[in-house]
C-alpha cells in the first residue's frame, strides 16, 4: 500500500465513523418525531407517567441540550440558550409559564434542520477535535473526549428521554 | 508523513473510535448498575409506571438483546438464548412464571463481565467488518452496517429502556 492509499484509507475511515454516529443521531430524531407527528398540543401537557415530568418540559429539555451542542462543538450561536433556565437548570414545574407546545414544537424541527446541515458540513477530520468543554491538557491525556463524542452521548441522552416519552400514547 | 506514520494513525484512529463507542456502552451499564444496586427484588417486580412494563421484564429483555450480540458479532455462542421466547418475541405478563429476579440479576452481572471480556479482545480491525445478521452484498454498499455499529445501536437501546426503568425508584 502506498502512502496516498494510506491517507485516503485514513480519510474514508474517519468519514465511515462520523456517518455511523450522525445516523444513529437521525435514528431517534426520527423515532422521536414519529411519535410527535402523533401527539396532540393537549397530550403533551401532561405528565409522562403518574408523579413524573411532563411531555412538554421533556420536549423543551431535549431541544436546549441538544441547542447546546452548538456553543459546544463550535458550529455557531446557539439557537435557543433561553431554554435552558426553564429546562436544563430547573426540574418541571419551577415556572408557571413555559413556551406554548406550539412554539416547542417549531423550534425542536428547527434546531433538527439546522444540526444536520451543521453536521453535513463539519469535516470527519474536525469531528476528532477537542470540543469547547475540555482543556487542552485533557484532551492530549483523553483524545477520545472530542466532538464526535458529544454526539454520542446527546445520542444515547435523547434516547433516554424518548423511552419515557412514549409512555404517552397519541 | 510516511507510510508507516499514516498506517499508524489509521490503526490509532480506529482504536479511538472503538474507544468511543465502548465507553459509552459502558456508561450505560454504570448507571443501569447503579440503579440496580438501590432496588429491591420487590419492587423490580413492579410495573415502572402504571400499565407499563414490569421491571424485571424490561432487565430480561436488555440481558436477552445484549446477550444477542454474542452470536451477532460472532464472538462466540450465546449464554442465554432462551430468554429470547420470554423477554423478546413476547410481551410482558406472556408467562405465569419467568426466571426469579436474583437469577436474572446474577446473569445480568454474568454478561455485562462476559461482554467486557470480548470487546476488550477484539481488535479495531476486526469491529469494522460485517456482522452476521446482513449479506456480503448490503455490507459492500453500506460499509457503515459493521460490528460497532450494533454496539451503538444496542446503547441507544439499554439507554431508552434504562429511562423507563428508573421510573421506579429505591
Known sequence: MNMQHEATALKESRELFVKMVVSNWELQNQRLNGWLSKIS???LSQPVAEGKNRAVYLLGHLIAVNDGMISLLG???RLYPELDELFVKNPDH???QIPPVSELRAQWANLNQVLSGYFAELGAEEW???HNAISDEDFAREPHRNKLNI???RTNHEAYHLGQL???KA
Chains 1, 2 share one sequence.
Open 41 to 43: 398540543d393537549q397530550r
Open 166 to 168: 412514549i409512555f404517552l
Open 151 to 153: 454526539l454520542i452521548n
Open 75 to 77: 458550529l455557531g450561536e
Open 94 to 96: 419551577t415556572f408557571d
Open 128 to 130: 476528532f477535535k477537542k
